[in-house]
């Protein structure tokens, strides 16, 4: 039996983009005078290809050279999935008892010149150090770091992908709703979780870093998620869902009270969802990164409670494999970035305050137009309360 | 208002547990005359430390030295996280403005002598070579690789880890249970998915990476998931559920048809349960990894298909941040391994076959005693008919 038998994987665009992306990359080869790419992360994979196996946590690298199609070198279990794929021609297969870089530079041996200088994406978390000395100890030729080309053309969505990532929004709004909806007394953390995927997968949602449940006085711990804490009335619920399709992601943050908030709650509600206000205005082409931030900061500083938002306004967001569901590595709004915003650029603005009692945080995905931004999530923008 | 006024965060293990693991490293670093180790993996901190943000997907350091407990150099916004866990005394934050290899150089040039070795986790898919390059370059110290001991440490389960696993598998079957029953005429990939994850996370898990969902031909094609694909009556569904309680991980997966089983399906899921069963009779203490592996391949060797199973047997299991979910990367069954399995060691053993036409796979998560194994997951090991 060939490969041929096996089922056909659906990728997200059509033939035609895939060759444009592969032609973008050889031709800064040709530039920089590299015969070959070593690209490791999964999120330039799937922009090079739209290969997506889950098992991208072991070692996988696509081999790209001059000419031709890209070469996948992976384990034996992702043969099928690549081949799959008409976008990936050669494949060649990492045995479980095999070492995974002696396989590549065998790869790399027989089809790059001993002369040829190899570009490397050095950056990506998915090539580890110790891997990197042993290929650079196995091959003759000069290694550089090599990166940004794929990242610059993945800051900027075109219709197609801006359709995913409205879809994407719908489902992450679906999840949040369903969240919401469970807070109920006897409730606790998980069921309120346990709803939240639910809601965002049955909507149409494919897999997506952890999203965050996190009640009472643990909201205001930034980064904590569920752990099977009981809802408690007068707790503050922080929600923030997630979804994606075909790997483009949206994601929606709000925040509830189990009961009524108090004074003190809807107060700095109303000075999270200010922020949020003033940073969707703020948003447009020709902007800066930091005039944005700047906006959106500037709301906490009046207040004088900037010191509890402490980190970035807002982080680019689009293609997506677990643990991450952004492209906030490279594109944010933040203090003094001169990045120029431009239309096309998609991101996620998430306001928040991190105090001891209890925290907030209210956010939206957004893209930018031609004129402005349009926002991608669409739920009531407010501090919920729910009877308990 | 100082971090004493923020809520505590709750850590697995007494603090005694934390204690005897810090004087592990520091042992080994005395052993090895090293003056400090740098421990960048999320599931090294949270074996050390009980850390754990969701924030790993961003840089992050444990700084280990000789003497008095472990720094963390982190993203500001994991600071709270960090410093509501009494064993991470000390926290230095990065600031979204800041190079996070900047901030790390600086504190080790002011904690650790400039001629001092430095072990650094160079295995780590969490260090990047850049990082690494620009780190080698900012610090006088020798740098050298170190690894092995967490995973050591990690490869033998004690009574309160294997709690934790059981109750893990109990949820995992939640989840695998309220997939099957979502197999109704109309459902798709999705609501099975959504249906295991809430079962999963209602049960009491905390988030793991991506369960594997698939029907039909796809099921052929290995390390797939989710894709908005409907159940058709006749089509293999596979399904593989998983769960983690305080990060210790089980999973199992089985296989249903909706509708009636052909007589070369029921043959075929005969055969990769035998080989299940024979794996799970021939692990015990004192026999080696290859040795299981070889039986359980055995199964698929006489009935001349061992060509579609074509991974190791089984994968160690325990601690695990998404995209890892098992240690299979220090520990697996698989040919010709020769380590010696010992009680404590826990597995997900995973028998499958993957054809042109569908594939099958059937597994338990298992942990050896001291005479044999006992499973974790309870679930009947058979391949479900369902009505449809």
Redesign the interface.
């Given at each position: 039996?060939t490969q041929g038998?096996?089922?056909r994987?659906?990728t997200a665009f059509a033939r035609d983009y895939y060759v444009r992306n592969l032609a973008l990359l050889q031709a800064d080869m040709a530039e920089r005078g590299l015969g070959a790419l070593l690209i490791f992360d999964p999120e330039s994979i799937y922009w090079l290809t739209g290969y997506r196996?889950?098992?991208?946590?072991?070692f996988q690298c696509v081999l790209v050279l001059r000419e031709g199609g890209p070469v996948m070198i992976s384990?034996?279990?992702?043969?099928?999935?690549a081949l799959?794929n008409e976008n990936i021609p050669i494949f060649v297969a990492i045995e479980?008892?095999d070492d995974a870089i002696t396989i590549l530079a065998g790869v790399v041996r027989e089809r790059v010149a001993p002369s040829a200088a190899i570009g490397?994406e050095?950056?990506?978390?998915?090539?580890?150090?110790?891997a990197?000395?042993t290929l650079k100890n196995a091959l003759p030729n000069p290694m550089q770091?090599w990166g940004g080309v794929i990242e610059r053309a993945r800051t900027i969505k075109n219709a197609t992908q801006l359709g995913y990532m409205r879809e994407a929004a719908r489902c992450a709004v679906a999840g949040l709703d369903a969240a919401v909806k469970a807070i109920v007394p006897g409730a606790s953390e998980?069921?309120l979780?346990?709803?939240m995927?639910?809601?965002a997968?049955?909507?149409?949602?494919?897999?997506t870093?952890?999203p965050?449940v996190v009640t009472?006085?643990?909201t205001?711990?930034?980064?904590?998620?569920?752990?099977?804490r009981p809802v408690k009335r007068g707790d503050v619920v922080f929600l923030e869902a997630a979804s994606n399709v075909n790997r483009y992601h949206a994601m929606i943050a709000r925040c509830c009270i189990a009961g009524e908030a108090t004074a003190e709650q809807k107060r700095l509600a109303g000075i999270v969802i200010e922020s949020l206000d003033r940073a969707i205005e703020a948003l447009k082409p020709g902007t800066t990164s930091g005039v944005v931030d700047a906006a959106c900061r500037a709301v906490f500083e009046k207040a004088g409670i900037a010191t509890y938002f402490?980190?970035?306004t807002a982080y680019a967001i689009g293609i997506g494999?677990?643990?991450?569901w952004a492209e906030?590595?490279f594109l944010?709004l933040?203090?003094?970035?001169p990045t120029v915003i431009e239309p096309g650029m998609t991101f996620h603005i998430v306001p928040s305050v991190?105090?001891?009692?209890f925290g907030f945080c209210f956010s939206e995905s957004v893209a930018v137009t031609d004129a402005g931004c349009e926002v991608l999530t669409d739920y009531p923008r407010e501090l919920i309360e729910v009877a308990f």
């Open positions: 039996m038998d096996y089922a994987m659906e196996s889950i098992g991208y946590f072991t384990r034996r279990v992702n043969q099928q999935v799959c479980d008892t490397a050095t950056g990506s978390t998915y090539l580890t150090v110790q990197w000395k770091d998980n069921d979780a346990a709803a995927l639910h809601g997968t049955a909507a149409g949602s494919e897999y870093r952890v965050l009472g006085q643990a205001g711990v930034c980064f904590t998620t569920w752990q099977r402490d980190h970035r494999f677990p643990p991450n906030g590595r944010s933040r203090p003094d970035d991190f105090m001891p009692e």
